[in-house]
């Protein structure tokens, strides 16, 4: 039921990337001053002595059932401001570079979230799906972060809780419903927080960047080189306000930008995926198995009125469960499908046996790609992960269910078709049983190497703006914009950002400033 995540690759839904879900500050002027005025300082140079036994770690590489694979468990403090208090457990992966050439040490990956486990990523696509040359200098190495998949995984609901948790209305239509939703909220939060209760307070990712560090200390890099997906380049970025010092070769594909408070982040995701509708639109009444008309203007008022049919009648899915699909899982299934044209088509077909056969398994298997639900019924812990990260991260969009029927006029009008869903589901964080720790804030890195910052015009999850903003806050940053659909470009078929951003870690080469590919 979280919208705010962000699918690294829509034809890998496993290897995800969370981002709509509901976390940051109300947008009003005195928190935008705020985030304006504020940014993210850079830590000592110095190691302090009370981290010196973790920085001093070196990863004891096993097999871990992946050919070609190897993994290793470090430690990091749970508290950094009380190093003695505990620790956590870090699962790292790697593939050790293939050759020839000479070594470039080590390239860590991240997927974005948060909550996509990195290491999942790399096994699945980023060990043997990135180019040939990078892997054959670099170690493609991947840190699970806390609390995401095997680096203590935050656990909030069972299979049978998630599928009705999934499955809430998420356009109420009366307070009986806006009750319920509430309800949803407070039981998601309450498992999370009596599974928990500790780890919830210490998944930032400030945290998660300072954890990054001490594996790059492990693996004996005296830079981090990296390459974050969307959540992954707040992350990516966190590091280099962090440490500017120590920021090697760094992407960040599908910025978000640190700056907004999430009031603001969420509405301008929902108008990304509002422009990433449209483009579906446009192509899909070009097509002869469009079933949402002939004309793109008429594709948003149809896609939502069969909406509101299935809220009042869900349909047959044919699920062992029993599950129906409903409004909330086919609004997930349609939006799930904005992450990459490559899955218009496998879209365009779900709705056909939607609306003219009165079957829902295509929709069905979409938005279960999307929440990472097995055969089984069991979900992976992305979606606890998200919330539990994002939660922390900032504070929640609105406190009240009020203050969302205020809003969802300008939800709506940012997305007649997703704005009502996406303005409600914006409430969670309000009943998360953890106190924010972060705020809206602008990183700078002064003094970091040249950081390539890449942003997709029509993206959905991280609109385009996102990577001008960050670009024009980091000290370094260069822009590479890629003129299309999609979330994120590296990878995805353009060979004007393949290689310009293999040049830049293959070379240390960035792109001339705001360079422009299709």
């Given at each position: 039921?979280?919208?705010?995540?962000?699918?690294?690759?829509?034809?890998?839904?496993?290897?995800?990337?969370?981002?709509?879900?509901?976390?940051?500050?109300?947008?009003?002027?005195?928190?935008?001053?705020?985030?304006?005025?504020?940014?993210?300082?850079?830590?000592?140079?110095?190691?302090?002595?009370?981290?010196?036994?973790?920085?001093?770690?070196?990863?004891?590489?096993?097999?871990?059932?992946?050919?070609?694979?190897?993994?290793?468990?470090?430690?990091?403090?749970?508290?950094?401001?009380?190093?003695?208090?505990?620790?956590?457990?870090?699962?790292?992966?790697?593939?050790?570079?293939?050759?020839?050439?000479?070594?470039?040490?080590?390239?860590?990956?991240?997927?974005?979230?948060?909550?996509?486990?990195?290491?999942?990523?790399?096994?699945?696509?980023?060990?043997?799906?990135?180019?040939?040359?990078?892997?054959?200098?670099?170690?493609?190495?991947?840190?699970?972060?806390?609390?995401?998949?095997?680096?203590?995984?935050?656990?909030?609901?069972?299979?049978?809780?998630?599928?009705?948790?999934?499955?809430?209305?998420?356009?109420?239509?009366?307070?009986?419903?806006?009750?319920?939703?509430?309800?949803?909220?407070?039981?998601?939060?309450?498992?999370?927080?009596?599974?928990?209760?500790?780890?919830?307070?210490?998944?930032?990712?400030?945290?998660?960047?300072?954890?990054?560090?001490?594996?790059?200390?492990?693996?004996?890099?005296?830079?981090?080189?990296?390459?974050?997906?969307?959540?992954?380049?707040?992350?990516?970025?966190?590091?280099?306000?962090?440490?500017?010092?120590?920021?090697?070769?760094l992407v960040l594909d599908g910025a978000m930008d640190p700056s907004l408070p999430a009031r603001r982040m969420?509405?301008?995701?929902?108008?990304?995926?509002?422009?990433?509708?449209?483009?579906?639109?446009?192509?899909?009444?070009?097509?002869?198995?469009?079933?949402?008309?002939?004309?793109?203007?008429?594709?948003?008022?149809?896609?939502?009125?069969?909406?509101?049919?299935?809220?009042?009648?869900?349909?047959?899915?044919?699920?062992?469960?029993?599950?129906?699909?409903?409004?909330?899982?086919?609004?997930?299934?349609?939006?799930?499908?904005?992450?990459?044209?490559?899955?218009?088509?496998?879209?365009?077909?779900?709705?056909?046996?939607?609306?003219?056969?009165?079957?829902?398994?295509?929709?069905?298997?979409?938005?279960?790609?999307?929440?990472?639900?097995?055969?089984?019924?069991?979900?992976?812990?992305?979606?606890?992960?998200?919330?539990?990260?994002?939660?922390?991260?900032?504070?929640?969009?609105?406190?009240?269910?009020?203050?969302?029927?205020?809003?969802?006029?300008?939800?709506?009008?940012?997305?007649?078709?997703?704005?009502?869903?996406?303005?409600?589901?914006?409430?969670?964080?309000?009943?998360?049983?953890?106190?924010?720790?972060?705020?809206?804030?602008?990183?700078?890195?002064?003094?970091?190497?040249?950081?390539?910052?890449?942003?997709?015009?029509?993206?959905?999850?991280?609109?385009?703006?996102?990577?001008?903003?960050?670009?024009?806050?980091?000290?370094?940053?260069?822009?590479?914009?890629?003129?299309?659909?999609?979330?994120?470009?590296?990878?995805?078929?353009?060979?004007?950002?393949?290689?310009?951003?293999?040049?830049?870690?293959?070379?240390?080469?960035?792109?001339?400033?705001?360079?422009?590919?299709?």
């Amino acid at each position: 039921m979280h919208i705010r995540r962000n699918l690294r690759h829509a034809s890998l839904f496993a290897a995800a990337a969370l981002l709509v879900s509901a976390c940051s500050s109300g947008a009003s002027t005195s928190s935008a001053s705020a985030a304006a005025e504020a940014a993210l300082a850079a830590l000592p140079r110095a190691t302090p002595a009370a981290l010196a036994s973790y920085y001093g770690q070196k990863p004891n590489w096993r097999s871990c059932g992946v050919p070609g694979f190897e993994c290793a468990t470090l430690k990091a403090p749970r508290d950094y401001a009380k190093p003695d208090a505990g620790d956590v457990r870090l699962a790292v992966a790697r593939k050790k570079a293939t050759g020839p050439g000479k070594p470039l040490g080590s390239l860590l990956v991240n997927p974005g979230g948060p909550g996509g486990s990195a290491i999942g990523y790399l096994q699945a696509y980023a060990g043997i799906g990135y180019p040939a040359e990078v892997r054959a200098r670099y170690d493609m190495v991947a840190v699970d972060p806390r609390g995401v998949a095997r680096s203590e995984p935050v656990e909030c609901l069972g299979g049978r809780d998630m599928d009705t948790y999934t499955q809430t209305d998420i356009t109420p239509d009366d307070a009986e419903e806006r009750t319920d939703l509430v309800d949803s909220f407070k039981k998601f939060a309450e498992g999370c927080g009596e599974d928990s209760p500790d780890l919830l307070r210490h998944v930032s990712t400030v945290e998660a960047a300072r954890d990054m560090d001490i594996v790059r200390a492990a693996l004996g890099d005296a830079k981090l080189n990296y390459v974050g997906a969307s959540y992954g380049t707040f992350l990516g970025a966190t590091y280099a306000g962090l440490f500017p010092e120590r920021a090697g070769r760094l992407v960040l594909d599908g910025a978000m930008d640190p700056s907004l408070p999430a009031r603001r982040m969420n509405l301008d995701q929902t108008a990304g995926f509002e422009t990433a509708f449209q483009s579906f639109a446009k192509d899909c009444v070009q097509q002869p198995d469009c079933p949402l008309g002939t004309k793109a203007a008429e594709v948003g008022d149809r896609l939502k009125a069969y909406f509101e049919k299935l809220d009042a009648h869900p349909i047959p899915t044919g699920d062992a469960d029993g599950r129906k699909l409903g409004e909330a899982l086919a609004t997930t299934g349609v939006i799930a499908a904005m992450y990459d044209e490559g899955a218009w088509a496998q879209l365009r077909e779900a709705l056909n046996s939607a609306m003219k056969e009165n079957d829902g398994a295509g929709l069905l298997v979409l938005a279960d790609s999307y929440y990472e639900r097995d055969a089984d019924g069991r979900y992976s812990n992305l979606m606890f992960a998200n919330t539990a990260v994002n939660c922390l991260d900032l504070p929640a969009a609105f406190d009240t269910p009020d203050e969302v029927e205020k809003a969802l006029p300008s939800f709506e009008k940012a997305s007649p078709v997703f704005g009502k869903g996406l303005a409600w589901l914006s409430l969670n964080c309000a009943y998360w049983p953890v106190k924010a720790t972060g705020e809206p804030h602008r990183i700078v890195a002064e003094g970091a190497a040249p950081i390539v910052v890449v942003g997709t015009t029509r993206d959905p999850a991280t609109p385009y703006r996102w990577a001008r903003a960050l670009a024009s806050q980091l000290s370094s940053a260069r822009l590479l914009t890629y003129e299309g659909d999609g979330h994120t470009a590296y990878g995805r078929g353009s060979t004007c950002i393949d290689s310009t951003i293999n040049a830049y870690l293959l070379r240390g080469t960035p792109p001339v400033q705001r360079k422009r590919c299709s």
